[in-house]
Antibody, heavy 117, light 108 residues
Framework: EVQLVESGGGLVQPGRSLKLSCLAS????????MNWIRQAPGKGLEWVAS????????YYADTVKGRFTISRDNAKNTLYLQMTSLRSEDTALYYC??????????WGQGTLVTVSS | DIQMTQSPASLSASLGETVTIECRAS??????LAWYQQKPGNSPQLLIY???SLADGVPSRFSGSGSGTQYSLKINSLQSEDVASYFC??????????FGAGTKLELK
């Protein structure tokens, strides 16, 4: 069974940093591209970043480019999102998701990031 | 970036009714479209990919159709467990992957 378990969320002040993790199990992690997708409270879905299976291709949404860094450790079956210079508009539930040919077949339960002073 | 316009924003329907949700892309996305269901308090779940292919385990009362810039999700014989928000997503031209704003489906 595919499982994606996010962690690392919490309350952080504007301008500070936070690192999210997503532990994958139930599939060969190194074979799949992975993503972070976020959802502000009561709002829709916003794709944040993607990383290919071998980290060769990395993409970011314009809203986070230059502030967020996606990475992965295939030996640890773990996806990361390093977030810096956080803003109030980054407040959201952050999901990791495994993609397949463009669609997101599996999602974690999410980790909540709240940016507030 | 491709913009996805989803309608209606909210919908109220009765049990057993047929419901249709629409999604319009700002340019041709060549059926590279997925639909997701998100029940309250849960993460999104894939329903449909490639505009009309049912994901594993999804009941056959769900179906997708469309081409070019116009797509739709149909739910036949609405069940109580279908109360959820529904989102479309294009993957023809990325980055970025883009989602519709969502449709909240409630029971009448």
């Amino acid at each position: 069974e595919v499982q994606l378990v996010e962690s690392g969320g919490g309350l952080v002040q504007p301008g500070r940093s936070l690192k999210l993790s997503c532990l994958a199990s139930g599939f060969t992690f190194s074979n799949y591209g992975m993503n972070w997708i976020r959802q502000a409270p009561g709002k829709g879905l916003e794709w944040v970043a993607s990383i290919s299976s071998s980290s060769s291709y990395i993409y970011y949404a314009d809203t986070v480019k230059g502030r967020f860094t996606i990475s992965r450790d295939n030996a640890k079956n773990t996806l990361y999102l390093q977030m810096t210079s956080l803003r109030s508009e980054d407040t959201a539930l952050y999901y990791c998701a495994r993609h397949r040919l463009g669609w997101f077949a599996y999602w974690g339960q999410g980790t909540l990031v709240t940016v507030s002073s | 970036d491709i913009q996805m316009t989803q309608s209606p924003a909210s919908l109220s329907a009765s049990l057993g009714e047929t419901v249709t949700i629409e999604c319009r892309a700002s340019e041709d996305i060549y059926s590279n479209l997925a639909w997701y269901q998100q029940k309250p308090g849960n993460s999104p779940q894939l329903l449909i990919y490639d505009a009309n292919s049912l994901a594993d385990g999804v009941p056959s009362r769900f179906s997708g159709s469309g081409s070019g810039t116009q797509y739709s999700l149909k739910i036949n014989s609405l069940q109580s467990e279908d109360v959820a928000s529904y989102f479309c997503q294009q993957y023809n031209n990325y980055p970025p992957y883009t989602f519709g704003a969502g449709t909240k489906l409630e029971l009448k």
